[in-house]
């Protein structure tokens, strides 16, 4: 059987899918809400409900199902099926089940993935990494994730946190990020830090357009607007973004001198930004990498709408054939 339900969680909303392995192609896609208030538990009955929703949609029996994929934002024991630490959700994440309530109410094998490996595993099966042997994902968005595929199949790591590419140290003198690491690259390059950037700069009364753009009102200020301040000449608009896809860059280099992967997808809402992020991404690269490996890196934008909730199909897949 080649019937797959994938589904993506995350802190404002759940999407779901129905995909056939065997086409590698998506029957029918879902959104809702996440509602965080009603705890994990009812995040957990959320899914179960979308699932058979999704099901219903595309008029797949229970049985007729392979199995079922959930991709979260979260450190996962991918033996038990428990999430160990997710804190974009709330609720009491703490070594949690979630495959076995779920396995339960739908008779289905489930199986958890991190959000941003999943990323990685669509985008190296049918996305831009298809073809290429060793493929590292990057997602940037309000974290920064990422996950490592080698000939098409996810590389783990000793407990499932291989990939972990946002919380790299590029400053052993710098801040903690939200997962304690000093100067973690995080800090540096998310949709957040460069929000952050913004706000300083507008607080300081430096002469930029940001403030301009939302008629001053700080919480306003999105990476979006960095950009968009940017585009209309913005010299400290352009600095920021140049200062944070140079610190991505710098993060990465350590990526390509351990890995030296043939091609780097990058993804997540900040990855919009295009190329006046990717540019000084591979300045960074350049600059923080003296082997060869940037020599022939492909950098490529993600291909695969709805990556996360495909990639948990995916992995599904894998670990039912």
């Avoid at 999430?83 to 009491?92: A, D, Q, S």
């Avoid at 831009?128 to 990057?138: F, S």
């Avoid at 990422?146 to 199949?153: N, Y």
């Amino acid at each position: 059987m080649t019937r797959y339900i994938g589904v993506d969680l995350g802190g404002t909303k759940i999407a779901a899918l129905a995909y056939d392995a065997a086409e590698q192609h998506v029957l029918y896609r879902q959104t809702v809400a996440t509602m965080g208030k009603q705890g994990a538990d009812g995040v957990i009955r959320q899914v179960i409900e979308l699932v058979r929703a999704t099901a219903a949609e595309v008029d797949w029996s229970r049985d007729s199902i392979s199995g079922i994929g959930v991709g979260v934002p979260a450190v996962i024991d991918y033996d038990t099926g428990h999430t160990l630490i997710l804190p974009n959700i709330p609720g009491n994440w703490t070594n949690k089940p979630v495959t076995a309530p779920i396995e339960q109410a739908l008779a289905c094998p489930v199986f958890l993935v991190n959000d941003a490996r999943a990323f990685t595993l669509a985008e190296a099966t049918i996305g831009a990494g298809r073809g290429y042997p060793i493929v590292a994902g990057i997602t940037l968005g309000t974290g920064i994730g990422g996950g490592i595929a080698i000939d098409g199949k996810l590389l783990l790591g000793l407990n499932g946190a291989a990939g972990e590419f946002g919380h790299i140290c590029i400053d052993h003198n710098g801040l903690p990020d939200g997962s304690g690491t000093p100067g973690g690259l995080e800090g540096y390059g998310s949709g957040p830090a460069i929000a952050a950037a913004g706000v300083k700069a507008v607080m300081q009364g430096i002469n930029t357009q940001i403030g301009t753009l939302v008629d001053y009102d700080l919480n306003a200020i999105t990476p979006a607007i960095v950009a968009q301040a940017a585009d209309e000449g913005d010299e400290i608009a352009r600095a920021i973004l140049d200062r944070a896809g140079y610190a991505i860059g710098a993060g990465v280099a350590n990526v390509l001198t351990i890995l030296n992967p043939h091609v780097l997808v990058v993804g997540g809402g900040v990855a919009a930004l295009g190329n006046r992020l990717l540019e000084p991404i591979r300045k960074g690269l350049h600059r923080y990498n003296n082997t060869n490996a940037v020599e022939g890196l492909a950098i490529r934008p993600a291909e695969v709408g709805d990556a996360g909730a495909v990639g948990a199909a995916l992995w599904a897949k894998q670990r039912t054939t």
